[in-house]
Every structure is written in C-alpha cells, then in structure tokens.
C-alpha cells in the first residue's frame, strides 16, 4: 500500500515547523506502511558547503565513524541523528571524503549528497523512525516522505524510501513496478550499480539515466510513462521544490492542497488535515499521465 | 439530535452507536463534527435516519448504505457510497475514485467533480454530478443512471451493460462498445425524474444532455471482437 507526502513551503515563515508538520503528516501515514520510513529534508545551504548523509547500521557504529570523519577532515561538521550522520565538508573535499569512507568505513552507506538535502530512511513504525531522527526538529523549505508497505522486496533499510537519484534529488514511489528486473539489467549495461532487490531503486536509477543523458528531470519523468510498466505514484524532490507523476490509470492515490503558505501532497486527505489552514486550501487530485512542479 | 466529535469519540464507537439504532429510533439526526479524512465514517447504515458530517471524509463513507440520508459537507475519498442500496448520500465537495462504485439502488449526488472509475460496476444506483467525471467512469456499468452536468475523461463507459449514461459537456473518449444514443422524450423524462430526486428539479434542463449506453456487441464472445475484450 505505502503512503507518501510532500510539502513545500512558499512562506519562510514556517520554515522553522517543516519538520514538525512532515512528521505529523508521515505518522498518520504509519496506517498505510508500517514496516519501514524515510523522508528527505531541504535545508539551508552553505556557500561552497555540500552535505552527504551517511549511513551506518547502529547508532554506535555511526558515532565511532563520525569521530573518526572529524579526526580524517579538518573542515568536516559532523550532526549526529542516531544511525545516521549529515556531514558537511568543503565542495572540494568531497571526493577526498569519498575515498576515506570507501578505503577505511566499508560498512558506511552514503544515502543522500547535495547542498541541501539530507536524507532519512530506517526500518521500524514512521512515528518512531521521525523521533529517532528528531525530525520535528529539523528545519527547512521543503520535505518528501515515505510510510512503506514491503511487497516487492524485503523489509530493510535498503528497501526504505527515499531513494537518492542525484546530487539534491530524491524518489519516492506508492505502487509496484513489473519491469524492474529488465530495466535494472538495461541499467546495470549502462553502469549503474545496484544495492537491492527493490523495484524503487530501479526507477530512481532510471531518473538518474535518462538525465545523464541530458534529459531535464520533468522530461525524465514524461518518458518513463513508456518505459515503466506497473502502477505508481510518484514524487521527486528537487533542490528547488518536488514533482508529482502519477501513471496513465491512477490507481494509486494522491491528493493535493495549495494555499498561499504551502504546497502539500498525501497520499490521502488525512494526512493534510492537520496542515494550518488546510479548511480554506484548495484541494484537488493530480492528473494521470501529467507531470506537476513546484519550485521556488 | 446526538452530536459526536470525531476528534474526541473514537470512529469505532460511532459506527457501533449507529449500528445500533432500531427502525423506530428517536435518535434520527445525527451530526458529526472533525471528520478529518477518517475511513468508513457512517458505513453500514440500514435505518431510516439523518447523518450530516461537516468536514471531508476518508475512504468508504457511507458504503453500503441502506435507507439513511447521509450528507457530507466536504469531500469524500475513495468509494463514497459505494454498494449502496437505498437511501441518499449528498457530497457538497468533489469526490475521489470509484465514487458509487457497484451501487445497487439510491442515489448519490456529488455537487462537485468526481475523480476517475465514478460509477464503476453500478447496479441500478443513480449518480448525479454537477461537475465532471474522471476516466473510466461508469466502466461495467449495469443498471441505473450516470449524469455527469461537466465533462467525462477517457473510456466513459467502457463494457457497459445496461446501465443510462447522461453527459451534458464533452467526452474525452468513449470506452469499448459504449455509443452515443438518441435522446428522445421517456429519456428527457428519465433524466427530468432523476434529476428532481436530487433535489435539482428546474436547474438545468434535461434537453442539453446527451446520452450514452451500450451497443450490446460485446455481450457474447465473438471472435471478431476479441482485440475488445
């Protein structure tokens, strides 16, 4: 089944709640995944600063590896979120940061890259995954976020949502692909790796490819309608806002709202109705085959 | 006239109190507050009674509704009114797919649009729209009336069996076997009967609609038809 939302403030205003409304709007969604969650937050950028968010598979393991990060990069920032840490170095630094973690931290997975994205996902009820993180605390623009209900592959925190498609750029998905395995071997010809099983990370490799190929993420969208066969909805988060594509039959649902202050997306009204001033929002479905942008 | 606040009662305890009610109950108006998207409010109603619920409903509210008035001042999710087999449910917003899906009597006004798959399999239930229709509306449709005020999306009435369609702007496409019929005077009559169950009598003239239903070919396999099936 899964559940999905996004919200994207228009007003620096709330800025300082967007975790705290993401968090209300994913724990509602725990009904409709309650083995695994992740959400991806765009907070403030620094200049000549990227964050990568690291991975590890106990809060401990985390910790050691963070301390060692700061003793390996004199100008690494390290924030620690239980099994997972942000860390922001200098642009340069990141293939230096790259190679250490490859060459001395193996075992370290990096989930999420950009200058404003960092990137949660952990097995267990949406409710706890938001609190271990101490996602009502975090601060920013804009969220995308994930309840999952595993039914192509297992329940793990690889099979977790969001994926990362690029630097700043994320998937998450409310469907079941039937093609994966024939576009991850297409994938995989072109170079792609991949880490699981997982119907999702197909697609959002896909998304990766097609804008290597110099497609815009709005146009990668547009042609997966031809390439992707199962249902889905989609949505993307970008360092500018999210997107929203939903397949030609639109099984799967999504609702939006719009007022002066937000954009919000769920996978159903519930999740909304504790938005401030969701009474007065305009609500609608999106379209099938049609691809919605929000930027600012 | 009992009023419950879904923000404090639990939903569970509502629908239980409702189940509860006997024919002859006192207790025939019932209003809820805080809806706030719950499922299945209101599901399952077999007396004659009243439920006005202010605000927007989940998926299944009053799903298999038999004899009660349900009005619902907001929009409603996923299959509102769906298996309904008497009585009347009034949506003032828009309502999401499958909206009176498989409906066996009664009738459904939605005063907004509704989404895909309105009035899939419906089977002698009277849906009314006073907005548009999204694709595969009245899909399989058996017996009863769809009329759709806007416009209907793709495949409108795709495999249709007996089911009236009436559609006053334009089809984005029509599905498999579903034709264009002519509008003559026991329709105009139909639709005029319909339309004054629904409380709309005198708003709109039945004249404007055209009317849609099934070219019987696929009713029996044929193999010349089977690219169809």
Same mark, same amino acid.
């Given at each position: 089944?899964?559940?999905?939302?996004? $919200?994207?403030?228009?007003?620096?205003? /709330?800025?300082?709640?967007?975790?705290?409304?993401?968090?209300?709007?994913?724990?509602? $969604?725990?009904?409709?995944?309650?083995?695994?969650?992740?959400?991806a937050i765009y907070g403030e950028a620094k200049k000549n600063k990227t964050k990568l968010t690291l991975r590890a598979k106990t809060g401990a393991e985390m910790?050691?590896?963070?301390?060692?990060?700061?003793?390996?990069?004199?100008?690494?920032?390290?924030?620690?979120?239980?099994?997972?840490?942000?860390?922001?170095?200098?642009?340069?630094?990141?293939?230096?940061? /790259?190679?250490?973690?490859?060459?001395?931290?193996?075992?370290?997975?990096?989930?999420?890259?950009?200058?404003?994205?960092?990137?949660?996902?952990?097995?267990?009820?949406?409710?706890?995954?938001?609190?271990?993180?101490?996602?009502?605390?975090?601060?920013?623009?804009?969220?995308?976020?994930?309840?999952?209900?595993?039914?192509?592959?297992?329940?793990?925190?690889?099979?977790?949502?969001?994926?990362?498609?690029?630097?700043?750029?994320?998937?998450?998905?409310?469907?079941?692909?039937?093609?994966?395995?024939?576009?991850?071997?297409? $994938?995989?010809?072109?170079?792609?790796?991949?880490?699981?099983?997982?119907?999702?990370?197909?697609?959002?490799?896909?998304?990766?490819?097609?804008?290597?190929?110099?497609?815009? /993420?709005?146009?990668?969208?547009?042609?997966?309608?031809?390439?992707?066969?199962?249902?889905?909805?989609?949505?993307?988060?970008?360092?500018?806002?999210?997107?929203?594509?939903?397949?030609?039959?639109?099984?799967?649902?999504?609702?939006?709202?719009?007022?002066?202050?937000?954009?919000?997306?769920?996978?159903?009204?519930?999740?909304?109705?504790?938005?401030?001033?969701?009474?007065?929002?305009?609500?609608?479905?999106?379209?099938?085959?049609?691809?919605?942008?929000?930027?600012? | 006239?009992?009023?419950? !606040?879904?923000?404090?009662?639990?939903?569970?305890?509502?629908?239980?109190?409702?189940? %509860?009610?006997? =024919?002859?109950?006192?207790?025939?108006?019932? &209003?809820?507050?805080?809806?706030?998207?719950?499922?299945?409010?209101?599901?399952?109603?077999?007396? =004659?009674?009243?439920?006005?619920?202010?605000? =927007?409903?989940?998926?299944?509210?009053?799903?298999?509704?038999?004899?009660?008035?349900?009005?619902?001042?907001?929009s409603a999710g996923t299959g509102v009114a769906e298996n309904m087999v008497s009585g009347f449910v009034h949506v003032a917003g828009d309502a999401s797919q499958?909206?009176?899906?498989?409906?066996?009597?009664?009738?459904?006004?939605? #005063?907004?649009?509704?989404?895909?798959?309105?009035?899939?399999?419906?089977?002698?239930?009277? &849906?009314?729209? %006073?907005?548009?229709?999204?694709?595969? *509306?009245?899909?399989?449709?058996?017996?009863?009336?769809?009329?759709?005020?806007?416009?209907?999306? #793709?495949?409108?009435?795709?495999?249709?069996?007996?089911?009236?369609?009436?559609?006053?702007?334009? &089809?984005?496409?029509?599905?498999? #076997?579903?034709?264009? %019929?002519?509008?003559? !005077?026991?329709?105009?009559?139909?639709?005029?009967?319909?339309? !004054?169950?629904?409380?709309?009598? @005198?708003?709109?003239? =039945? *004249?404007?609609?055209?009317?849609?239903?099934?070219?019987?070919?696929?009713?029996?396999?044929?193999? #010349?038809?089977? @690219?169809?099936?």
């Open positions: 089944m899964c559940g999905i939302v996004g $919200l994207f403030l228009k007003d620096p205003a /709330l800025e300082p709640e967007l975790g705290k409304l993401t968090e209300g709007m994913l724990a509602t $969604l725990s009904d409709r995944g309650p083995d695994s969650a992740g959400f910790k050691a590896t963070a301390d060692r990060v700061a003793q390996a990069l004199s100008d690494a920032s390290i924030d620690l979120h239980d099994t997972h840490a942000v860390v922001s170095v200098e642009d340069r630094s990141v293939p230096r940061l /790259l190679e250490w973690l490859a060459a001395e931290a193996p075992s370290i997975d990096v989930v999420g890259r950009g200058k404003r994205m960092t990137l949660f996902k952990e097995v267990g009820r949406p409710e706890k995954v938001a609190e271990r993180f101490r996602l009502a605390g975090m601060r920013g623009t804009h969220a995308i976020g994930h309840t999952r209900m595993a039914t192509e592959s297992a329940v793990t925190t690889d099979g977790a949502h969001p994926y990362s498609t690029g630097k700043d750029q994320c998937l998450v998905h409310n469907g079941s692909l039937s093609n994966h395995n024939n576009i991850r071997r297409t $994938l995989r010809r072109e170079g792609f790796d991949f880490e699981t099983e997982n119907d999702t990370e197909v697609a959002a490799g896909y998304l990766s490819w097609k804008m290597r190929e110099g497609l815009s /993420l709005g146009d990668a969208l547009k042609v997966s309608l031809d390439d992707l066969d199962g249902f889905y909805t989609f949505v993307v988060g970008t360092e500018n806002g999210f997107g929203v594509l939903r397949d030609g039959i639109a099984c799967k649902p999504a609702i939006m709202a719009e007022t002066d202050r937000y954009v919000a997306f769920g996978s159903e009204y519930r999740a909304l109705a504790g938005l401030p001033g969701i009474e007065d929002a305009r609500v609608w479905e999106p379209e099938p085959s049609t691809v919605y942008f929000w930027e600012r | 006239m009992p009023e419950i !606040d879904l923000g404090t009662t639990p939903l569970r305890a509502l629908n239980e109190a409702l189940h %509860k009610l006997r =024919p002859d109950t006192n207790e025939r108006h019932w &209003i809820i507050g805080h809806p706030a998207g719950r499922h299945a409010i209101a599901a399952g109603l077999d007396v =004659p009674i009243t439920v006005e619920i202010n605000g =927007p409903v989940g998926y299944y509210c009053a799903g298999m509704n038999k004899l009660a008035t349900v009005l619902i001042r907001g499958s909206a009176g899906a498989t409906g066996r009597g009664g009738l459904l006004r939605i #005063d907004g649009n509704a989404s895909s798959r309105c009035g899939i399999s419906m089977k002698g239930i009277d &849906i009314v729209v %006073k907005g548009s229709v999204g694709h595969f *509306s009245a899909f399989m449709a058996q017996a009863g009336n769809l009329v759709v005020f806007g416009d209907a999306g #793709d495949a409108l009435g795709d495999s249709i069996y007996e089911a009236r369609l009436f559609v006053r702007g334009n &089809i984005k496409s029509l599905g498999a #076997d579903c034709i264009e %019929k002519p509008m003559r !005077d026991e329709h105009k009559h139909a639709l005029h009967e319909v339309l !004054d169950r629904a409380g709309l009598n @005198g708003q709109i003239d =039945p *004249s404007e609609f055209k009317r849609y239903g099934s070219a019987r070919k696929l009713y029996n396999f044929h193999v #010349d038809n089977a @690219g169809a099936y």
